[in-house]
């Protein structure tokens, strides 16, 4: 892929400027602050969406418009493998920012090309940073250098229906997850599926062991005599002979009273009826108040969560000492090589980076000492505020607690309002028996001959055993439901966090997926990326897990160094190599590099020589150079073409 042209309006010191890029190597040269980094810019935020002073997802971009205007359009002409792209790309009110993607110079086939196109640079979003900027892969923090790397060694595409283990492990997260999407990079999909505490199979683990943990199981009770159905079976025989015998009476006796009866015994099966329903919703509720959380259990999981706030807060000040830390050693690194010269040999005094005066060893060793005290007090204050981090608590497991104690509640409140319904159904039925019964007293007063009652009586009393014996066995079957039920939640609860704990082996950091991924292409990444250090003079050792990344640099021989401790100039002159590494790797072939000019004139010389190799001999197909050079004197070379910019314009050499 190469840049052919680049087109800014209202952004950063260019009102309306337009660059062609027609020669492998394009050198922009300029005075300090004219504006090279927005060139460079201009073409990193339409490819990947961030540049400097902005967060990875492109927050801050706004601010680079030009002081006046409301809005800035950047158009970047790319020559791809598809053929000529245009990329549009807008900022201002009201944009997030939208792109439009321009294929060739359309046609039928120019819009499944575009939507192709997006894809290339949504997988190839870290692939392009890097290449785009030597410093982005050395300004990350080691886990994230570590991310950046497995991305670039992985493939941008995976078939996981290829092997059977893949694909069955894909369908099961499909069963949790069902709106990933697996047709991106594998890093992106491995990573999403995992998640953490707030998204991913590892969050509904941890979500799903709590509901397990929070599943009662009440004791078996003792078992009646006789149970629900018997008694009921019982109890319709008895009152069937209650009827026939209220029937008998009612022939010797007067009218009313068999009328009464029958009422009566009608009423009595609702009563029957409305106490077993209020036993088994008190039963239930008994079951539910069981599983709720205590009193101080909520209070100290409610006390927990509150410090939500305190937690995010902390991280935000973590990331910022981070950066700080990050700042103070870079300028350490700076300081430091000014105490001796491009041969490694100490001086005295030497230029000073940022202006023309000449400053003391004694001047740069100071320097050097209190960065070193700003780094180390960062650190300490970095260190105290993860502590403190940590004594905030489990606040993830204590929110889901809360949740599940809430839903129980709810619970609790439907059972509550069943007993509340069954108990007043209760009232009226047992009203309306009192009534009945008072009734048939009278009519029995009342009758002109008295019958014997006595059959009946006898009846009305076993029905009234028997109706003892209901409640008990309803209840007992009640609880019984209870814990069949509980059971099967909690052993599906048990399955859930066996599946749960297999996708998190499988797509976790440890020894899953993407481990092994790495491990079948670090070899040829790490082969591919040395190949092309060695041309730079440099030679590096990498591992993922445990992350290692050491460099071999023309000084220091055999020996590795952890990246961290490279010097300044060797950090810059390393990410520029590491970029076109990665360049070749990848197969984009193009680089793009700003501050050069941070360079003394020999390794700037062998910088852009070492890039010259890599274009004549087809390494790299485009590299683009910023440098800072008020001279508009060049020479003569072939296949490099040199820029001017001054005052917000651009004039080709």
């Keep these: 892929m190469k840049i052919g042209n680049l087109h800014l309006v209202n952004f950063g010191p260019y009102e309306d400027v337009e660059i062609v890029f027609d ?17 460079a810019q201009g073409v990193q935020l339409p490819l990947t969406g961030q540049s400097f002073g902005t967060d990875p997802r492109g927050a801050g971009a706004q601010d680079k418009i030009r002081l006046g205007a409301d809005k800035a359009v ?28 321009i294929a060739g110079q359309g046609g039928p086939d120019t819009e499944p090309l575009s939507k192709g196109f997006v894809k290339f640079l949504e997988a190839n979003g870290q692939r392009l940073s890097c290449c785009l900027d030597a410093e982005f892969f050395i300004v990350q923090k080691p886990a994230d250098q570590r991310d950046v790397l497995a991305g670039l060694m992985l493939p941008t595409s995976y078939n996981w229906d290829e092997k059977p283990e893949d694909a069955a492990m894909k369908a099961l997260a499909a069963k949790y997850l069902p709106a990933t999407n697996w047709s991106r990079p594998p890093t992106v999909v491995i990573d999403e599926v995992y998640g953490d505490a707030k998204s991913g199979v590892y969050s509904l683990r941890t979500q799903a062991k709590a509901a397990r943990d929070g599943i009662y199981i009440p004791a078996k009770p003792t078992q009646p005599e006789f149970n629900a159905n018997e008694v009921q079976v019982k109890l319709n025989i008895l009152r069937t002979n209650h009827t026939k015998e209220a029937k008998k009476v009612k022939q010797g006796g007067t009218v009313q009273v068999g009328r009464v009866e029958q009422s009566l015994t009608q009423e009595q099966e609702k009563l029957s009826k409305a106490q077993a329903d209020r036993a088994e919703a008190r039963n239930r509720q008994i079951a539910i ?48 090589e000014l105490l001796q010269d491009e041969h490694g040999k100490p001086v005295d005094e030497a230029p000073c980076p940022t202006c023309t005066q000449i400053i003391k ?14 780094q180390l007090a960062a650190e300490a204050e970095k260190a105290n505020l993860e502590q403190r981090q940590k004594d905030l608590g489990d606040i993830a497991g204590a929110e889901a607690a809360i949740k599940e104690h809430e839903t129980k509640v709810q619970e609790k409140l439907r059972a509550v309002k069943d007993v509340t319904a069954a108990s007043e159904r209760i009232a009226t039925v047992e009203a309306a028996v009192k009534g009945l019964e008072a009734a ?62 297999t996708l998190c082996a499988f797509f976790g950091p440890k020894e899953g997926i993407k481990s092994r991924l790495i491990a079948q292409h670090i070899g040829a990444f790490t082969e591919t990326v040395n190949g092309v250090l060695t041309v730079w003079g440099y030679k590096a050792n990498l591992s993922i897990e445990p992350y290692v990344f050491e460099v071999q640099t023309p000084k220091t021989g055999d020996k590795f160094l952890p990246l961290k401790e490279l010097s300044g100039f060797e950090r810059l002159a390393f990410g520029v190599a590491l970029q076109s590494a990665i360049a070749v790797h990848s197969k984009l072939r193009m680089i793009l590099v700003d501050r050069a000019d941070t360079m003394v004139a020999a390794q700037r010389n062998r910088l852009l020589g070492c890039i ?6 087809g390494t790299l197909e485009q590299a683009i150079v910023m440098i800072a050079d008020p001279s508009r004197e060049v020479p003569k070379k072939a296949g490099c073409q040199f820029y001017f910019v001054e005052g917000g314009k651009i004039e080709r050499l």
Excluded at 74 to 101: D, F, S
Excluded at 307 to 335: N, P, S, V
Excluded at 361 to 374: A, C, E, G, Q, T
């Design 23 to 39: 020669q492998p190597l394009s050198i922009v040269k300029a005075d300090n602050a004219a504006g090279k980094s927005k060139l």
């Design 74 to 101: 950047l158009t970047v002409a790319l020559e791809t493998a598809k053929g000529p792209m245009q990329l549009v790309t807008q900022y201002g009110p009201g944009k997030n920012p939208p792109q439009k993607i």
């Design 289 to 336: 108040e069981a599983r709720f959380l205590d009193g101080p259990t909520i209070t100290a999981h409610k006390q927990t969560v509150a410090k939500r706030r305190k937690y995010d807060e902390l991280g935000e000040q973590i990331e910022a000492l981070d950066t700080e830390i990050a700042a103070q050693i870079q300028a350490q690194e700076i300081f430091t």
């Design 361 to 374: 060893r004694s001047f740069i060793s100071k320097s050097v000492s209190d960065h070193k005290k700003l």
């Design 440 to 501: 048939l007293a009278e009519a029995k007063a009342a009758e002109a001959n008295p019958v014997d009652t006595s059959a009946l009586d006898a009846l009305a009393a076993e029905i009234t055993v028997w109706e003892g014996r209901l409640t008990p066995a309803v209840s007992y079957e009640s609880t019984l439901k209870t814990i069949t039920e509980a059971t099967t939640r909690r052993d599906s609860e048990i399955a859930k966090v066996a599946e749960l704990e």
């Design 612 to 617: 010259k190799a890599m274009l004549d001999n």
